[in-house]
């Protein structure tokens, strides 16, 4: 048996600020920030006060020292950053706070994630850059210098090799939307999007349409691990960590598009560390968030965690499998990326501890285990499992 954090730490606080349309935010990207602490501070039943330790993620643009200084912290004993690009790192960032309360070098440790792109830039937008170095300086005299133009490539190779066709994806999209018009938090609520609707959508990079990419968003998310023991004694249910692991497989950094395995998002050596240490299978859970920076990474990583064979895709990634309330797999059951909002996976966290709590919008019939899976075909990747 491993020796693992498994039952040891639990989710006891969310909090998040109003998800805004990318550039709308009325506050600076650091407000908005402290606001989703205070407010999971709040939801834990603590002072804010109490937090001693900072966890985050590649892009967190607010110092954890700083916003230790605007909250008043007395000390803060523990701060942590996770490698890595986009939302890999969204169940890592959990993970790496876990490890510092189950260690003992804090006993509040918050994980949070602050984005208003319109006061910054946009992450789907290639950077202007007067010279160029690294991966980019083989792909972007051809024009491949977007994030839908890169996984784009993942993903057709991943259709051709395993006869997956568009549908499979449009029932990862159509299932967010349906989930977000019971989500008033979400950015699209009560704009509900059709088959028809996603078909005539604009392609942004084949196989993607408009419909198949994620949001970008102004907000801020943030929820506070402590330990088990701890987390017992405060008002909110406890959302225990079962597992989490973090990592990437063999050479997937390896430039420029030359990774031995392309085909993939990841996971494939992640996956099954992660359900050893939460002694599960993936037949066990009984709802997922997983990360959509495109929808074809989604269906992907189903694949990888072992939800269904890749040669199973089309007859096991459709929308009456993915929609709440009668699916057999309720996906993204507070719209995610696609539909409720992009804090970069970070919200996607927050929802699978409601649904452990039994408070979602979309709340899965008793629902026990509730899982993360965070950032498709980067390097490297993260992925949890809570239960009530």
């Known amino acids: ?221 943030a929820c506070i691990v402590t330990t088990a023991e701890r987390a017992r004694d405060l008002k909110p249910k406890p959302a225990y960590l079962m597992a989490a692991a973090q990592g990437s497989d063999y050479r997937q950094n390896a430039p420029a598009h030359n990774a031995p395995d392309y085909a993939t998002s990841n996971f494939k050596t992640l996956a099954p560390r992660l359900f050893e240490m939460a002694e599960i299978g993936p037949q066990d859970v009984d709802v997922l968030q997983a990360y959509e920076n495109f929808t074809g990474g989604v269906v992907m990583s189903l694949v990888e965690h072992g939800f269904c064979d890749a040669d199973a895709v089309m007859g096991f990634c459709t929308y009456e499998n993915f929609a709440w309330p009668n699916g057999k797999l309720p996906l993204n059951t507070s719209g995610g990326n696609l539909a409720e909002c992009y804090m970069h996976g970070l919200e996607l966290v927050l929802e699978a501890v409601r649904q452990v709590r039994g408070t979602s919008t979309c709340q899965v019939k008793d629902a026990e285990i509730s899982m993360v899976v965070s950032g498709p075909m980067v390097t490297p990747v993260s992925s949890l499992i809570l239960h009530g």
């Open 1 to 221: 048996m491993m020796n693992t954090i498994k039952d040891k730490v639990a989710i006891c606080g969310i909090g998040e600020t109003k998800y805004y349309k990318r550039g709308t935010a009325p506050v600076p990207e650091f407000r908005l920030a402290c606001e989703a602490i205070i407010k999971a501070a709040g939801d834990a039943g603590i002072a804010v006060t109490d937090i001693d330790g900072f966890a985050s993620y590649s892009n967190e643009r607010n110092d954890a020292s700083r916003v230790a200084t605007a909250l008043g912290l007395p000390h803060f004993s523990f701060s942590n950053m996770f490698w890595g690009g986009g939302g890999g790192g969204g169940s890592g960032a959990v993970a790496n706070a876990a490890a510092a309360v189950a260690a003992g070098y804090a006993k509040y440790v918050v994980v949070f994630r602050a984005l208003a792109q319109g006061q910054f830039g946009r992450f789907g937008q290639a950077a202007p850059a007067k010279s160029i170095s690294g991966d980019f300086a083989y792909t972007l005299p051809y024009g491949l210098m977007s994030p839908a133009q890169m996984f784009a490539m993942r993903v057709r190779r991943f259709m051709h090799e395993h006869h997956v066709e568009q549908e499979a994806f449009a029932a990862v999209a159509l299932a967010a939307y349906h989930h977000a018009q019971y989500n008033p938090r979400a950015v699209m609520y009560g704009r509900p999007l059709t088959r028809e609707a996603y078909y005539e959508s604009r392609w942004i990079v084949e196989p993607f349409h408009l419909y198949d990419c994620c949001l970008e968003n102004d907000g801020a998310a």
